[in-house]
C-alpha cells in the first residue's frame, strides 16, 4: 500500500479485536447523533438530504462533542492563571470540519458513520465554505496560532472581526479580476454561537468636555454623536488530540436603532435604513478599498470597533475573577497581531483612565505591561499611518491621548540627553512630514512591552531600518519569533498519504513531536521509501491535476515537475519575475526543442487587491501568457501555466501537496517571513528563493545544497537602489532578457491589445523597484540548474525528504511556546 489518500489521518497500527469493536461502537453513536441532527437541525427525511444537509448535520453532530471540551476547558482553567488574548483583524480558519474531527480521533468514526448512511465523506466535507475571515499569511499565521495554542494547553482568546463577506471571490474574466462577494455564510455557519447577550457600545465622533471635579482633578468627558453595537459570536478552536478549546470571538457590527420607524411610515424606505447600512458596513468585507476618502474612514472604524470591543470584554472578564484592574498585566497578554490594533494603545489607556478613574502613570504601567506587538512589514505603505484630521473626528479622546503620550514620550527622552529637530521628527507619534499623521506602528512600539518580529533577517531589519530610533532608545524591546505552521492542518490533513509514510517509518510519535521528523532524514537515501514517497506525490498530483481541468479546461501531466507561485499578488512578491522568466522559457523551448528541458507546469494562484492596479495587470499577464503556451502545441508535455482563481485554504491544501518546487522569490529584505515557504517544505517540495524572510532559516536548517538560493542579498539590494538606471543596465547586461521584455512589449502574448505590457515593460526599464531585471539571469539560471536536479530523481528525491525530515523547528507549536517563554510570560506544556 502506498499510504492513504482519503483524507483520515493515521493514528497508530490499525486496530483489531476490542479496539476496532470500539470504533464500530463510536462510529454507530455518531450516525445517530448525525440522524438526528439530520432531522431536528436540517428538519430533513434522510431521503431528501442534499450534501449540505449532510455537513450541517455532522457538523452538529460533531460541534456536540467540542462543546463538551470546551466547556470543561473552561471551568478547570485557575482564575489566577495567566491568559492570551489575540488581536487580529484576519482569522484565515478556512474549512472547520476536517480540522475539528481531526484534532478529536474521530476521522474513522465519522467516515464510518456516513458510510453507514450511503454518504461519501469528501462530498461532505466539500460542502462546507471556506470561512471568509482572512486573506494571506497575516490570517493563516493567526489560525495556525490559535490551534497551537489549544494544543498546548494555553488559555487563550482570539479576537477579530466577523465579515459577512469577507474580502471577496475572486473571478477572472479573460484574465482580468473581478471581485464579488463571498457570500459565505448563505447557508449559516454551524460552528459559530450568538452571543446577543455579549455587546458592548464602540463609540465614534463627537467633542470631549474638560469637567473640574471636587478633588480639584479634571475629568475627560467624551460627548461622542455615533454609538455601533459590537455582538459576540464565538468559534470553538480544537486543540490536537482535544487537549483543550479555545474560543475565537469574531464582533459584529449592530445599529442601536435599526429602524427609523418614523421615516418609514412616511415612505422613506431607504433613509429609514440608511443608519443601520452605515453602521453594518463595519462588518461587511474585509479590507474595503481604501482609494477614497471614505474608505480609509471606514478602515479606521474597523480597526477601532474591534479593537474596543475585545478591551471591553477582556476587562469585564478580568473584574469577573479579580477585585481590580490593577494586576491586569499579570493575568492577561495581548498580542497585537500587526499594526491593524494599534489604536488599543490609546484606548486602554481610555478606558482605564476616564471609564476606571486610574492615574495617568497607574494605566500606562498596566498598559505597557499588557500589551505586545507583532510587526509584520518593512514595507512604508503597509505601516499604517491615519490623517490626523480624520483622527481627530472620529475619534478626539484618543487623539488627545496619543498627542499626550507623545508629549510625555519626548519630554522624558529630553530629560536624559538633547533631542535633536532631526531626531524629534523621526521618533515623534505625528509625521508632519506631507500632511500631519499618526504613526501607528511607532504607538505600537511605545505602548508594548514587547515588539517582534517574524524571522530572524526581519527582526534585524527592524532594528536598522523602520524602528532604528526608537530601538536605539528602547534596546531590549525588539525580540525575534520566527513563524511557524500547524503540522496537524498542514501535513496531517492536507497531505494524509505522506503522513501515513512517516508514521511507517518513523512511528506514531512524528504524529505528537515535530522534532521526530528529523528521523526521517535516515532514509533519504532509501530507494524504497523514495519509490513510495513518489507515488503518494503523483497521487496528489493527479488530484490536482483533475481541479485544474475542472476549472480551468487544460491538461497538465501528473510527471510534469509541478512549479508553484501561490499568494497574494503584490511587486515585491514577484510573480512578475516568474512570469518573465516563464515566457523566456517558451521562447528558449520555441528555439531549441530539441534540447532536454525538464517538463513544467508552472502554478499560480493569489488575489490582487481590488484598487492595486499593477497586480491585476500581472494577473492578466499570467492569464495571457498560459493562453499562448497552453495552446502552442510544441509545448505539450514541455510546458504548461495555471493561473486558479480565488485562492483559499482548501485550495492551498490541494496544491501544496501536489507541489515539486516552491517559489519564494521575494526581494531580498521585504518578505517578513512567509509561512507558504514552511507548509510547502515540510510537504517535500524544493525551493528556489532568495535570502528573504524565513528563507534564510529554511535554508540554516535544511542544509544550502537541499535549497536552490539565487538573487541579490539585502544588503546588495540596498546598494543597487542607489544607482537610479539600474534596471536599465540590468536589462543591456542581459540578452535574453531584454528580448523577452521586447516581445511583451511588442505584443506578443497580448495580440488582442498589442500595447498592453508596454507599460509594465517600460517600469521594469526606468524604475524596476523590485529588482526583477537585476535577479533574472540568477534566476534563470536556479531555474536550469533544478532542471538538471529533475534529470536525477534519486538526488531530488533524496532532497525533498531531507526537507520534510528537517522543517520540524517551523511548527507553530515551537513558534507559541517561544511566545510563552518570553513575551506573554505564561507557562506552557
Known sequence: MLGQIDGSVPRSPARSGPAADAVGEGARTMREAILGKIRYAAGRDVEAARDHDWFL???????????????????????DQKQVAYFSLEFLIGRLLGDAISNLDLTGEVREALAGLGVGFDKVRCAEADAALGNGGLGRLAACFMESMA????????????????????????????????????????????????????????????????????????????????????????????????????????SVDPLKLEAFNHGDYVGAMAERSKVEAISRVLYPSDATAAGQELRLRQE?????????????????????????????AIQLNDTHPAIAVAELM????????LPWDEAWRITTGTLNYTNHTLLPEALESWPTGLMERLL???????????????????????????????????????????????????????????????TELMRETVFSDLHALYPDRIVNKTNG???????????????????????????????????????????????????????????LAR????????????????????????????????????????????????????????????????????????????????QKVNNDPAMRGRLAVAFMPNYNVSLAEMIIPAADLSEQISTAGLEASGT???????????????????????????????????????????????????????????????????????GAFSPDDRTRYAGLVEGLSEHDTFFVTDDFDSYWEAQRGLDTLWADPADWWRQSVANTARIGWFSSDRTIRDYAEEIWRVPVR
Open 151 to 254: 494544543s498546548l494547553d494555553l488559555p487563550a482568546y482570539g479576537y477579530g472581526i466577523r465579515y459577512d463577506y469577507g474580502l471577496f471571490r475572486q473571478v477572472l474574466t479573460e484574465g482580468w479580476q473581478h471581485e464579488i462577494p463571498e457570500d459565505w455564510l448563505s447557508f449559516g455557519n454551524p460552528w459559530e454561537f450568538e452571543r446577543p447577550n455579549i455587546a458592548y457600545p464602540v463609540r465614534f465622533g463627537g467633542t470631549v468636555e474638560l469637567a473640574g471635579l471636587p478633588d480639584g482633578s479634571i475629568e475627560h468627558r467624551w460627548h461622542h454623536d455615533e454609538t455601533v453595537m459590537a455582538v459576540a459570536y464565538d468559534t470553538p478552536v480544537v486543540g490536537w488530540r482535544g487537549s483543550r478549546v479555545n474560543t475565537l470571538r469574531l464582533w459584529s457590527a449592530r
Open 57 to 79: 448535520a455532522t457538523a452538529l453532530a460533531v460541534r456536540d462533542r467540542i462543546v463538551d471540551i470546551w466547556l470543561a476547558s473552561i471551568r478547570r482553567t485557575n482564575p
Open 396 to 458: 478626539p479622546r484618543h487623539m488627545q491621548i496619543i498627542y499626550l503620550i507623545n508629549w510625555l514620550h519626548l519630554e522624558k527622552l529630553s530629560e536624559t540627553a538633547p533631542l535633536t529637530d532631526d531626531l524629534i521628527k523621526r521618533i515623534s507619534l505625528i509625521d508632519e512630514g506631507s500632511g500631519r499623521r499618526v504613526r501607528m506602528g511607532h504607538l505600537a512600539f511605545l505602548g508594548s512591552r514587547r515588539v517582534n518580529g517574524v524571522s530572524a533577517l526581519h
Open 304 to 332: 477601532f470597533f474591534f479593537t474596543s470591543a475585545s478591551l471591553q470584554d477582556l476587562i469585564r472578564r478580568h473584574l469577573e475573577r479579580h477585585p481590580d484592574l490593577s494586576n491586569l498585566d499579570g493575568k492577561v
Open 547 to 626: 481541479e485544474i481541468k475542472a476549472r480551468l479546461a487544460i491538461d497538465v501531466d501528473p510527471d510534469a515537475m509541478f512549479d508553484v507561485q501561490i499568494k497574494r499578488i503584490h511587486e515585491y512578491k514577484r510573480q512578475l519575475l516568474n512570469l518573465v522568466e516563464t515566457a523566456a522559457l517558451y521562447e528558449a523551448i520555441k528555439a531549441e526543442p530539441e534540447k532536454n528541458w525538464a517538463p513544467r507546469v508552472k502554478i499560480f494562484a493569489g488575489k490582487a487587491a481590488s484598487s492595486y492596479i499593477q497586480a491585476k495587470l500581472i494577473i492578466k499577464f499570467a492569464y495571457d501568457l498560459s
Open 350 to 357: 481610555r478606558l482605564l483612565v476616564d471609564e476606571k478613574r
Open 676 to 746: 507558504g515557504n514552511m507548509k510547502l517544505a515540510l510537504n517535500g517540495a524544493l525551493t528556489v528563493g532568495t535570502l528573504d524572510g524565513a528563507n534564510v532559516e529554511i535554508m540554516e536548517r535544511v542544509g544550502r545544497d537541499n535549497i536552490a538560493i539565487f538573487g541579490l542579498t539585502t544588503p546588495e539590494v540596498a546598494a543597487r537602489r542607489a544607482d537610479p538606471h539600474h534596471g536599465r543596465t540590468a536589462i543591456a547586461n542581459s540578452p535574453r532578457l531584454a528580448a523577452v521584455l521586447y516581445a511583451m512589449r511588442a
Open 485 to 543: 505552521v500547524t503540522f496537524r492542518r498542514w501535513l496531517q490533513q492536507a497531505n494524509p498519504g505522506l503522513t501515513q509514510l512517516l508514521v511507517e517509518a518513523v512511528g506514531p510519535s512524528v504524529l505528537d513531536d515535530p522534532d521526530a521528523l528529523l528521523a526521517f532524514d535516515k532514509l533519504a537515501g532509501d530507494a524504497g521509501y523514495c519509490d513510495r514517497l513518489q507515488a503518494i506525490r503523483r497521487q496528489n498530483k493527479l488530484t
